[in-house]
């Protein structure tokens, strides 16, 4: 029997090499994008799947159709890629909103389009992976936050419409999770203490668990769910009120 395929752009490291390997692990063949070809390639050889180097916002039709020939079929994408560029809103360029646009939201957009047919052919699914700053902004995070907000409502947006073509479309928000990204902060054992601490879970998160829920959202367990947003987060987004000054109580 065929091996079901899925495209995981932005693979090669952090959340998306998480994704892939859980996805591997169940099964499938894993089309590893990322702009780094020595980071894709090794991340491919790891888990036995195929490097499909490239940059997301170039070439979505040649991407899809080397997807394509590579697997005999498209069965799944994860539209993983995304980017940050750090500055106060009213200091932010058009440069940066072009780039951050471009990357996280317009090249998911075109690259689903295009895959979109492959995917009615195959009853198959889409997962977008957003963030919970889609509804917490970060001070200082550019165009980030509104870039993420993109993915959750044309994740919804493709979910209603593509429907009744049997294409599925939901998304992840990933909540602090540990990547090589966010190393610089959670090297630091004070910062990473008092980042735990703000978890329900009292943990930092992992890529494979991202990856998880990603491949429910893909597998035959989640059939009739679509459109939806899954904050992966430990908690964190239920925490607000917590953040305010409080009569001391006792410890749980």
């Known amino acids: 029997m065929q091996r079901q395929t899925v495209l995981v752009t932005g693979g ?11 996805l591997a692990t169940r099964g499938w063949q894993v089309l590893v994008n990322d702009v780094d070809a020595e980071g894709a390639q090794r991340v491919a050889q790891a888990v036995g799947g195929i490097a499909l ?3 997301v916002r170039n070439d979505p039709q040649g991407l899809v159709a080397q997807a394509v020939a590579a697997g005999g079929a498209l069965h799944a994408l994860v539209n993983n890629a995304g980017i940050i560029r750090r500055s106060p809103l009213a200091d932010t360029t058009e440069a940066e909103l072009d780039v951050v646009y471009g990357i996280n939201l317009k090249a998911m957009v075109r690259l ?7 995917l009615q052919a195959s009853a ?12 917490s902004p970060q001070p200082a995070a550019g165009f980030y936050s509104m870039s993420k907000a993109g993915v959750s409502a044309f994740t919804r ?3 209603l419409e593509w429907g009744p073509r049997g294409v599925r479309v ?3 928000a990933p909540g602090l999770i ?4 966010a190393e610089a902060v959670y090297s630091v054992p004070e910062l990473h203490e008092k980042r735990r601490m703000m978890m329900p879970l009292r943990r930092i998160g992992v890529p494979a668990e991202i990856g998880k829920v990603v491949a429910f959202l893909l597998s035959d367990d989640a059939s009739y769910v679509s459109g939806q947003v899954i904050a992966v987060d430990g908690g964190f987004t239920q925490t607000l009120i917590d953040h305010l000054p409080h009569p001391p109580t006792p410890a749980f």
């Open 12 to 22: 090669a490291a952090g959340i998306g090499e998480g994704i892939a390997q859980v």
């Open 124 to 135: 198959g699914a889409i997962v977008n992976i957003s963030s919970i700053a889609a509804e």
């Open 178 to 181: 540990r990547t090589a990204m």
């Open 170 to 172: 939901n998304a992840v």
């Open 157 to 159: 947006q493709a979910a």
């Open 112 to 118: 689903s389009q295009v895959a979109l047919p492959h």
């Open 53 to 55: 180097p490239g940059d």
